[in-house]
Protein backbone atom coordinates (compact mmCIF):
# COMPACT_ATOMS: atom_id res chain seq x y z
CA UNK A 1 0.00 0.00 0.00
CA UNK A 2 1.26 3.68 -0.73
CA UNK A 3 0.80 5.40 2.27
CA UNK A 4 1.47 8.80 0.49
CA UNK A 5 -1.29 8.56 -2.17
CA UNK A 6 -3.89 5.91 -0.59
CA UNK A 7 -4.62 6.93 2.73
CA UNK A 8 -3.36 10.71 2.89
CA UNK A 9 -4.42 11.95 -1.04
CA UNK A 10 -2.86 15.42 -1.98
CA UNK A 11 0.11 14.69 0.70
CA UNK A 12 3.06 15.46 -1.33
CA UNK A 13 1.13 18.93 -2.84
CA UNK A 14 3.55 21.63 -0.75
CA UNK A 15 5.26 21.27 1.88
CA UNK A 16 4.55 21.05 5.54
CA UNK A 17 4.84 22.99 9.07
CA UNK A 18 6.08 20.18 11.12
CA UNK A 19 3.82 20.08 14.74
CA UNK A 20 5.93 18.27 16.78
CA UNK A 21 9.71 17.75 17.52
CA UNK A 22 12.31 18.79 19.99
CA UNK A 23 12.18 22.19 20.24
CA UNK A 24 15.06 23.12 18.47
CA UNK A 25 14.01 22.12 15.43
CA UNK A 26 11.09 24.12 13.17
CA UNK A 27 10.46 23.69 9.90
CA UNK A 28 10.08 26.43 7.59
CA UNK A 29 6.36 28.13 7.76
CA UNK A 30 4.44 26.83 4.37
CA UNK A 31 0.84 27.17 3.13
CA UNK A 32 -0.47 24.12 3.25
CA UNK A 33 -0.13 21.30 6.06
CA UNK A 34 0.61 17.68 4.89
CA UNK A 35 -1.04 15.04 6.57
CA UNK A 36 1.86 12.21 6.11
CA UNK A 37 3.63 14.59 8.19
CA UNK A 38 1.24 15.07 10.77
CA UNK A 39 1.10 11.25 11.43
CA UNK A 40 4.53 10.80 11.37
CA UNK A 41 3.96 13.51 14.95
CA UNK A 42 0.92 11.61 15.80
CA UNK A 43 2.21 7.47 15.94
CA UNK A 44 4.55 6.98 18.43
CA UNK A 45 7.67 4.83 17.61
CA UNK A 46 6.47 0.70 17.77
CA UNK A 47 5.56 -1.61 14.81
CA UNK A 48 2.61 0.74 13.33
CA UNK A 49 4.72 4.07 12.57
CA UNK A 50 7.38 0.97 11.20
CA UNK A 51 4.35 -0.25 8.87
CA UNK A 52 3.38 3.24 7.88
CA UNK A 53 7.17 4.41 6.99
CA UNK A 54 8.15 0.67 5.58
CA UNK A 55 4.84 1.85 3.02
CA UNK A 56 6.82 4.71 1.61
CA UNK A 57 8.28 5.36 -1.31
CA UNK A 58 10.93 7.86 -0.61
CA UNK A 59 12.04 8.92 -4.18
CA UNK A 60 8.14 10.34 -4.29
CA UNK A 61 8.80 12.59 -0.88
CA UNK A 62 10.30 16.16 -1.41
CA UNK A 63 13.56 17.39 0.90
CA UNK A 64 11.27 18.50 3.95
CA UNK A 65 9.36 15.50 4.45
CA UNK A 66 12.68 13.17 3.34
CA UNK A 67 14.70 14.01 6.57
CA UNK A 68 11.35 13.84 8.88
CA UNK A 69 10.70 10.12 7.75
CA UNK A 70 14.99 9.43 8.87
CA UNK A 71 14.24 11.43 12.16
CA UNK A 72 11.00 8.85 12.28
CA UNK A 73 13.03 6.32 11.68
CA UNK A 74 15.61 6.95 13.77
CA UNK A 75 12.85 7.03 16.69
CA UNK A 76 11.51 3.58 15.44
CA UNK A 77 15.22 2.46 15.94
CA UNK A 78 15.50 3.88 19.56
CA UNK A 79 12.18 1.95 20.55
CA UNK A 80 13.76 -1.26 19.25
CA UNK A 81 17.05 -0.73 21.12
CA UNK A 82 14.71 -0.36 24.53
CA UNK A 83 13.37 -3.81 23.72
CA UNK A 84 16.54 -4.93 23.20
CA UNK A 85 17.56 -4.09 26.63
CA UNK A 86 14.67 -5.05 28.69
CA UNK A 87 15.88 -8.15 26.81
CA UNK A 88 19.56 -7.94 28.03
CA UNK A 89 17.91 -7.30 31.74
CA UNK A 90 16.43 -10.30 32.30
CA UNK A 91 19.32 -12.06 30.73
CA UNK A 92 21.17 -10.26 33.75
CA UNK A 93 18.29 -10.83 36.22
CA UNK A 94 18.11 -14.64 35.75
CA UNK A 95 22.02 -14.90 35.96
CA UNK A 96 22.30 -12.86 39.00
CA UNK A 97 24.13 -14.50 41.69
CA UNK A 98 26.14 -17.01 39.74
CA UNK A 99 29.26 -17.54 37.79
CA UNK A 100 27.43 -16.86 34.44
CA UNK A 101 26.38 -13.54 35.49
CA UNK A 102 30.57 -11.82 34.61
CA UNK A 103 30.52 -13.60 31.21
CA UNK A 104 26.97 -12.27 29.93
CA UNK A 105 29.19 -9.47 27.85
CA UNK A 106 30.66 -11.90 26.49
CA UNK A 107 27.50 -14.15 25.34
CA UNK A 108 25.87 -10.77 23.75
CA UNK A 109 29.16 -10.47 21.93
CA UNK A 110 29.59 -14.05 20.63
CA UNK A 111 26.06 -14.41 19.32
CA UNK A 112 25.77 -10.16 17.93
CA UNK A 113 29.76 -10.66 16.19
CA UNK A 114 30.66 -7.68 18.44
CA UNK A 115 33.75 -6.86 20.49
CA UNK A 116 33.39 -7.75 24.43
CA UNK A 117 33.32 -3.33 24.83
CA UNK A 118 31.18 -2.92 22.68
CA UNK A 119 28.62 -5.67 24.06
CA UNK A 120 29.37 -3.93 27.87
CA UNK A 121 27.78 -0.76 26.08
CA UNK A 122 24.61 -2.68 25.75
CA UNK A 123 24.63 -4.10 29.72
CA UNK A 124 25.28 -1.02 31.03
CA UNK A 125 21.81 0.37 29.17
CA UNK A 126 20.21 -2.47 30.23
CA UNK A 127 21.04 -2.63 33.96
CA UNK A 128 19.95 0.83 33.46
CA UNK A 129 16.02 -0.31 33.01
CA UNK A 130 15.89 -0.98 36.59
CA UNK A 131 17.83 1.34 38.35
CA UNK A 132 16.79 4.38 36.19
CA UNK A 133 13.06 3.39 34.35
CA UNK A 134 13.01 6.98 32.93
CA UNK A 135 15.84 6.28 30.92
CA UNK A 136 13.99 3.46 29.26
CA UNK A 137 10.76 4.84 28.78
CA UNK A 138 12.38 7.98 26.88
CA UNK A 139 14.21 5.58 24.96
CA UNK A 140 11.19 3.60 24.04
CA UNK A 141 9.44 6.83 23.45
CA UNK A 142 12.25 8.02 20.84
CA UNK A 143 13.75 10.68 23.04
CA UNK A 144 16.89 9.56 23.34
CA UNK A 145 18.36 7.08 21.60
CA UNK A 146 21.32 4.22 22.63
CA UNK A 147 24.01 6.38 23.25
CA UNK A 148 21.96 9.23 24.86
CA UNK A 149 20.74 6.77 27.41
CA UNK A 150 24.17 5.33 27.99
CA UNK A 151 25.35 8.48 28.77
CA UNK A 152 22.69 9.51 31.29
CA UNK A 153 22.96 6.40 33.10
CA UNK A 154 27.07 5.78 33.16
CA UNK A 155 28.48 9.38 33.07
CA UNK A 156 29.38 10.83 36.23
CA UNK A 157 29.32 9.30 39.78
CA UNK A 158 25.86 10.30 41.43
CA UNK A 159 24.06 7.66 43.48
CA UNK A 160 20.87 6.34 42.27
CA UNK A 161 18.79 8.85 43.97
CA UNK A 162 20.52 11.82 43.18
CA UNK A 163 21.24 10.37 39.06
CA UNK A 164 17.28 10.33 38.98
CA UNK A 165 16.89 13.83 39.93
CA UNK A 166 19.51 15.01 37.60
CA UNK A 167 18.22 12.84 34.75
CA UNK A 168 14.92 14.24 35.25
CA UNK A 169 15.98 17.78 34.86
CA UNK A 170 17.87 16.64 31.89
CA UNK A 171 15.19 14.27 29.84
CA UNK A 172 13.42 17.50 29.02
CA UNK A 173 16.67 18.83 26.79
CA UNK A 174 17.50 15.74 25.93
CA UNK A 175 16.35 15.10 22.10
CA UNK A 176 18.08 18.18 20.59
CA UNK A 177 21.62 17.78 23.09
CA UNK A 178 24.50 15.55 21.55
CA UNK A 179 25.50 12.89 24.39
CA UNK A 180 28.74 14.46 24.81
CA UNK A 181 26.80 17.06 25.80
CA UNK A 182 24.76 15.18 28.17
CA UNK A 183 27.68 13.25 29.60
CA UNK A 184 29.09 17.34 30.50
CA UNK A 185 25.78 17.88 31.93
CA UNK A 186 26.00 15.10 34.32
CA UNK A 187 29.35 15.60 35.16
CA UNK A 188 28.40 19.13 35.71
CA UNK A 189 25.54 18.14 38.22
CA UNK A 190 28.02 15.33 40.17
CA UNK A 191 30.79 18.23 40.77
CA UNK A 192 27.97 20.69 41.72
CA UNK A 193 25.84 18.57 43.94
CA UNK A 194 28.41 16.66 45.62
CA UNK A 195 31.96 19.03 45.54
CA UNK A 196 33.95 17.22 48.46
CA UNK A 197 33.00 13.86 46.93
CA UNK A 198 34.35 14.99 43.70
CA UNK A 199 37.45 15.77 45.11
CA UNK A 200 37.98 12.67 46.47
CA UNK A 201 36.77 10.53 43.82
CA UNK A 202 39.37 12.69 41.72
CA UNK A 203 42.19 12.20 44.06
CA UNK A 204 41.62 8.32 44.08
CA UNK A 205 41.36 8.53 40.05
CA UNK A 206 44.63 10.59 40.04
CA UNK A 207 46.59 7.29 41.58
CA UNK A 208 45.73 5.70 38.77
CA UNK A 209 47.17 8.02 36.01
CA UNK A 210 49.73 6.46 33.23
CA UNK A 211 51.38 7.47 29.60
CA UNK A 212 52.15 4.86 27.25
CA UNK A 213 53.87 4.85 24.05
CA UNK A 214 53.32 2.22 21.60
CA UNK A 215 54.88 1.44 18.42
CA UNK A 216 53.26 1.72 15.24
CA UNK A 217 53.92 0.95 11.58
CA UNK A 218 55.60 3.77 9.13
CA UNK A 219 57.95 4.60 11.99
CA UNK A 220 54.85 5.77 13.91
CA UNK A 221 53.59 5.80 17.22
CA UNK A 222 50.71 5.93 19.46
CA UNK A 223 51.09 8.27 22.48
CA UNK A 224 48.08 7.31 25.30
CA UNK A 225 47.65 9.59 28.72
CA UNK A 226 45.22 8.88 31.52
CA UNK A 227 45.73 12.21 33.34
CA UNK A 228 44.38 14.38 35.58
CA UNK A 229 42.35 17.04 33.28
CA UNK A 230 44.30 20.07 33.96
CA UNK A 231 47.72 18.24 33.57
CA UNK A 232 46.16 16.76 30.16
CA UNK A 233 45.13 20.10 28.70
CA UNK A 234 48.38 21.24 29.31
CA UNK A 235 50.64 18.43 28.09
CA UNK A 236 48.04 18.60 25.11
CA UNK A 237 48.50 22.41 24.47
CA UNK A 238 52.46 21.74 24.78
CA UNK A 239 51.93 19.21 22.32
CA UNK A 240 49.57 20.76 19.92
CA UNK A 241 52.31 23.41 20.41
CA UNK A 242 55.02 21.61 18.08
CA UNK A 243 52.73 22.23 14.72
CA UNK A 244 51.80 26.03 15.88
CA UNK A 245 53.92 29.33 15.58
CA UNK A 246 51.91 30.42 18.99
CA UNK A 247 52.64 29.08 22.90
CA UNK A 248 49.90 26.11 23.78
CA UNK A 249 47.14 27.60 25.46
CA UNK A 250 44.80 26.10 28.16
CA UNK A 251 42.09 27.97 28.94
CA UNK A 252 39.51 27.77 31.89
CA UNK A 253 36.35 29.76 32.88
CA UNK A 254 36.12 30.27 36.79
CA UNK A 255 34.09 33.04 38.86
CA UNK A 256 36.02 35.01 41.13
CA UNK A 257 34.03 33.95 43.72
CA UNK A 258 35.38 30.50 43.56
CA UNK A 259 39.19 31.29 43.45
CA UNK A 260 38.50 33.52 46.40
CA UNK A 261 37.10 30.42 48.41
CA UNK A 262 33.94 31.73 48.59
CA UNK A 263 32.25 28.89 46.94
CA UNK A 264 32.47 25.58 45.09
CA UNK A 265 30.92 26.55 41.87
CA UNK A 266 32.44 23.72 38.84
CA UNK A 267 34.47 25.56 36.81
CA UNK A 268 34.76 25.06 32.98
CA UNK A 269 37.91 23.67 31.08
CA UNK A 270 38.53 24.00 27.58
CA UNK A 271 38.14 20.75 25.84
CA UNK A 272 37.00 19.50 28.60
CA UNK A 273 34.08 20.41 30.72
CA UNK A 274 33.02 20.71 34.29
CA UNK A 275 36.07 20.63 36.84
CA UNK A 276 36.36 20.22 40.47
CA UNK A 277 37.17 23.80 41.79
CA UNK A 278 39.76 22.67 43.83
CA UNK A 279 41.64 22.27 40.22
CA UNK A 280 40.65 25.41 39.05
CA UNK A 281 42.10 27.12 41.94
CA UNK A 282 45.34 25.01 41.27
CA UNK A 283 45.37 26.11 37.75
CA UNK A 284 45.17 29.79 38.57
CA UNK A 285 48.04 29.55 41.10
CA UNK A 286 50.52 28.96 38.30
CA UNK A 287 52.51 31.12 37.58
CA UNK A 288 52.82 31.48 33.62
CA UNK A 289 48.80 31.85 33.73
CA UNK A 290 47.99 34.59 32.24
CA UNK A 291 44.55 35.96 32.79
CA UNK A 292 41.92 37.73 30.61
CA UNK A 293 38.67 39.58 32.08
CA UNK A 294 35.97 38.45 29.81
CA UNK A 295 32.45 40.25 31.42
CA UNK A 296 29.28 37.64 31.29
CA UNK A 297 25.64 39.21 30.47
CA UNK A 298 24.69 38.71 34.61
CA UNK A 299 20.90 36.32 33.75
CA UNK A 300 22.35 34.73 30.54
CA UNK A 301 25.85 33.66 31.21
CA UNK A 302 27.11 34.49 27.49
CA UNK A 303 29.99 36.45 27.28
CA UNK A 304 29.77 40.32 26.13
CA UNK A 305 30.92 41.98 23.09
CA UNK A 306 34.51 43.75 22.11
CA UNK A 307 34.63 45.21 19.04
CA UNK A 308 36.47 46.37 15.95
CA UNK A 309 36.49 47.99 12.87
CA UNK A 310 38.29 45.86 10.48
CA UNK A 311 38.24 42.42 9.02
CA UNK A 312 40.25 40.60 11.05
CA UNK A 313 39.47 40.57 14.87
CA UNK A 314 41.87 41.11 17.41
CA UNK A 315 43.42 39.08 19.27
CA UNK A 316 41.29 40.00 22.40
CA UNK A 317 37.96 40.14 20.37
CA UNK A 318 39.40 36.27 18.59
CA UNK A 319 39.59 35.16 22.45
CA UNK A 320 36.66 36.27 23.42
CA UNK A 321 34.28 34.66 21.22
CA UNK A 322 36.46 31.68 21.50
CA UNK A 323 35.59 31.41 24.86
CA UNK A 324 32.03 32.27 24.55
CA UNK A 325 31.49 29.93 21.69
CA UNK A 326 33.44 27.00 23.46
CA UNK A 327 33.07 25.04 19.88
CA UNK A 328 31.41 25.24 16.13
CA UNK A 329 28.11 26.80 15.94
CA UNK A 330 26.94 24.26 13.94
CA UNK A 331 24.05 22.55 16.39
CA UNK A 332 25.57 19.07 17.69
CA UNK A 333 29.58 20.09 16.36
CA UNK A 334 32.29 19.73 18.74
CA UNK A 335 35.32 20.74 17.41
CA UNK A 336 36.73 23.35 19.51
CA UNK A 337 36.21 26.62 18.46
CA UNK A 338 39.99 27.59 19.27
CA UNK A 339 40.52 25.31 15.83
CA UNK A 340 37.71 26.70 14.25
CA UNK A 341 37.77 29.39 11.84
CA UNK A 342 35.97 33.04 12.93
CA UNK A 343 33.00 34.17 10.30
CA UNK A 344 31.26 36.79 9.85
CA UNK A 345 27.36 35.84 10.22
CA UNK A 346 26.19 38.96 7.89
CA UNK A 347 29.03 38.60 5.26
CA UNK A 348 31.56 41.54 5.30
CA UNK A 349 31.53 44.66 3.09
CA UNK A 350 34.51 46.78 2.67
CA UNK A 351 32.33 49.35 1.79
CA UNK A 352 30.59 50.03 4.71
CA UNK A 353 31.71 52.02 7.55
CA UNK A 354 29.67 50.41 10.17
CA UNK A 355 31.44 48.21 12.83
CA UNK A 356 31.32 44.46 11.74
CA UNK A 357 33.81 42.70 13.28
CA UNK A 358 32.25 42.71 16.62
CA UNK A 359 31.35 39.41 18.90
CA UNK A 360 26.97 39.98 17.46
CA UNK A 361 28.42 39.38 13.89
CA UNK A 362 30.92 36.44 14.75
CA UNK A 363 31.09 32.84 15.40
CA UNK A 364 32.80 30.33 15.08
CA UNK A 365 33.06 27.34 12.80
CA UNK A 366 34.63 24.27 11.59
CA UNK A 367 36.29 24.32 8.47
CA UNK A 368 33.19 21.97 6.97
CA UNK A 369 30.31 24.31 8.74
CA UNK A 370 31.82 26.91 7.05
CA UNK A 371 31.90 25.41 3.49
CA UNK A 372 28.16 24.31 4.47
CA UNK A 373 27.26 28.35 5.18
CA UNK A 374 29.31 29.30 1.79
CA UNK A 375 28.81 26.88 -0.78
CA UNK A 376 26.24 24.08 0.99
CA UNK A 377 23.12 26.25 0.75
CA UNK A 378 22.84 26.77 4.71
CA UNK A 379 21.84 29.98 5.89
CA UNK A 380 22.93 31.18 9.57
CA UNK A 381 21.21 33.99 11.91
CA UNK A 382 22.81 34.93 15.04
CA UNK A 383 20.20 36.70 17.96
CA UNK A 384 22.98 39.32 19.97
CA UNK A 385 20.28 39.43 22.78
CA UNK A 386 20.34 35.14 23.68
CA UNK A 387 23.46 34.21 22.18
CA UNK A 388 21.39 31.49 19.97
CA UNK A 389 22.70 30.56 16.44
CA UNK A 390 19.72 29.65 14.22
CA UNK A 391 20.56 27.62 10.64
CA UNK A 392 18.33 27.25 7.51
CA UNK A 393 18.74 23.59 5.98
CA UNK A 394 18.48 23.64 2.18
CA UNK A 395 15.40 21.11 3.24
CA UNK A 396 13.87 24.34 5.09
CA UNK A 397 14.18 23.08 8.40
CA UNK A 398 16.01 25.09 10.81
CA UNK A 399 18.00 24.39 13.78
CA UNK A 400 18.85 26.41 16.69
CA UNK A 401 22.13 25.96 18.67
CA UNK A 402 21.92 28.08 22.17
CA UNK A 403 24.55 29.79 24.03
CA UNK A 404 27.11 27.93 25.87
CA UNK A 405 27.05 29.67 29.33
CA UNK A 406 30.61 30.42 30.50
CA UNK A 407 29.56 31.89 33.83
CA UNK A 408 29.46 28.67 36.51
CA UNK A 409 27.01 30.80 38.52
CA UNK A 410 24.36 30.77 35.46
CA UNK A 411 24.86 27.68 34.26
CA UNK A 412 24.41 26.56 38.37
CA UNK A 413 20.99 28.67 38.52
CA UNK A 414 20.48 26.46 34.92
CA UNK A 415 20.58 23.57 36.57
CA UNK A 416 18.74 24.18 39.55
CA UNK A 417 15.89 25.61 37.26
CA UNK A 418 16.19 22.77 36.14
CA UNK A 419 15.49 20.26 38.99
CA UNK A 420 12.49 22.92 39.97
CA UNK A 421 10.50 22.36 36.85
CA UNK A 422 11.16 18.35 36.81
CA UNK A 423 9.99 18.17 40.17
CA UNK A 424 6.80 20.18 40.01
CA UNK A 425 6.18 18.29 36.68
CA UNK A 426 6.42 15.03 38.82
CA UNK A 427 4.21 16.34 41.03
CA UNK A 428 1.78 17.95 38.71
CA UNK A 429 2.13 15.95 35.69
CA UNK A 430 2.82 16.69 32.20
CA UNK A 431 1.50 19.89 31.20
CA UNK A 432 -1.47 19.90 28.94
CA UNK A 433 0.25 20.65 25.48
Not at 58 to 83: C, H, I, N, P, Y
Not at 154 to 165: I, K, T, V, Y
Not at 187 to 207: F, L, T, V, Y
Request: glycine fraction near 6%; proline fraction near 7%.
Amino acid sequence: MDLVSDVFPGAREGAAVRTGGPPDVVAAAHADDRPLLALLDTLGPGPELASALASLDEAELDDFAVLEVLAAWERVAAWAQAGSARVLAEMLERTRGSSRHEFVADAVASRLGRTRQEAAQLVTVAHGTARLPEVVNALASGVVDRRKAEALIDAGRLPDERRREVVASVLPDAEHLTAPQLRSRMRRAEIAIDPDGAQERHEASRAERYVRLEPADDAMAYLTAYLPADAAARAFAAVDDLGQASRGVVRVSVAASTLLGSDDLPAILAGHGPIPAAMARALASDPDAVWQRLFTDPSSGVLTDVSSRSYRPSERLRAAVVARDVTCTFPGCRVPAASSDLDHVEPYDPGSDAVQTHGGNLHALCRTHHRAKTVGGWRVARDPSTGTTTWTAPTGHRFARGPEPQDPRVASRQDQRSRYRAARQDRDGPPPF
